[in-house]
């Protein structure tokens, strides 16, 4: 097969990259006005880093608030660290940008979801399904593909 440029990929990194930056501004100037975000990430990623009793509380996947109280934000190219107060209690989170599903900032209504497939062998399967199926896991496969899109706020709205 001949070879191709896999958009999907260049999308994902491009997206997650954004992300980055963005919490890179917060890190060294705050949040701006009503900006805030909710970040959903996957709790079972190997690099993610969070307590017991979270990640018990939490089994697959969790969400958090960046608005009003964080503390320690660092960003770096992998994921970023904060700490994150939970019922009066300040804990330390760390979240590898390959585990976030979600990163909304409805003050703009802007967000994105990154869905999790599972590969086929087939790589023409790759180019296939670009649609709004939301989030989900398929354990089949070898490894998951993820995919990006941008996600209109006012979808949800009534």
């Known amino acids: 097969m001949a070879r191709q440029i896999d958009y999907?990929?260049?999308?994902?990194?491009?997206?997650?990259?954004?992300?980055?930056?963005?919490?890179?501004?917060?890190?060294?100037?705050?949040?701006?006005?009503?900006?805030?975000f909710f970040i959903t990430f996957d709790t079972t990623h190997p690099g993610a880093k969070l307590a017991g009793w979270l990640r018990d509380r939490y089994p697959e996947e969790m969400t958090v608030v960046m608005q009003h109280w964080f503390e320690n934000l660092a960003v770096d190219d992998e994921g970023f660290a904060i700490t994150l107060n939970f019922g009066d209690m300040p804990e330390p989170l760390y979240i590898p940008f390959d585990a976030v599903r979600t990163f909304v900032d409805p003050s703009v209504e802007f967000g994105l979801r990154f869905e999790t497939q599972a590969s086929d062998d087939d790589e023409d399967d790759d180019e296939e399904d670009d649609g709004p199926d939301g989030p989900g896991e398929d354990?089949?496969?070898d490894a998951p593909r993820q995919d990006a899109e941008v996600v209109r706020l006012d979808t949800w709205r009534k």
């Open 139 to 141: 354990d089949e496969g």
């Open 8 to 36: 999907g990929n260049l999308m994902h990194r491009a997206l997650r990259g954004l992300i980055q930056e963005v919490l890179q501004d917060v890190a060294e100037h705050g949040l701006p006005g009503e900006h805030h």
